[in-house]
Nanobody, 127 residues
Framework: QVQLVESGGGLVQAGGSLRLSCAASGRTFSRYSMGWFRQAPGKEREFVATINWSGGRTYYADSVKGRFTISRDNAKNTVYLQMNSLKPEDTAVYYC????????????????????WGQGTQVTVSS
């Protein structure tokens, strides 16, 4: 079965950077889009970024555009989220996810569009 394992979270000061990783297994990674979501305490989970199967197309939430970069290494079955200029409001549990859409051509930004989720990694940004 598909498994996703996030890593790289931690505590960082405002203005700092972190890189999250998500290692996938259980199927051919390079055929499917990947996404990152986050959930802050007391809030609903929200979309952060997505990348298509080849890595050639990306899409971001307005709140992170220009600060975060999603990328993937299909040879390593891993998707990354580089987070720069972090703000306290970026504090959340970050989840990676993937769907069952093969070679998808449209960006997936809604939770229901994803079939598999990781366990999450905590990111805390102090002011």
């Amino acid at each position: 079965q598909v498994q996703l394992v996030e890593s790289g979270g931690g505590l960082v000061q405002a203005g700092g950077s972190l890189r999250l990783s998500c290692a996938a297994s259980g199927r051919t990674f390079s055929r499917y889009s990947m996404g990152w979501f986050r959930q802050a305490p007391g809030k609903e989970r929200e979309f952060v970024a997505t990348i298509n199967w080849s890595g050639g197309r990306t899409y971001y939430a307005d709140s992170v555009k220009g600060r975060f970069t999603i990328s993937r290494d299909n040879a390593k079955n891993t998707v990354y989220l580089q987070m720069n200029s972090l703000k306290p409001e970026d504090t959340a549990v970050y989840y990676c996810a993937t769907s069952d859409v093969l070679y998808g051509s449209s960006f997936q930004t809604r939770e229901y569009e994803y079939n598999y989720w990781g366990q999450g990694t905590q990111v805390t940004v102090s002011s």
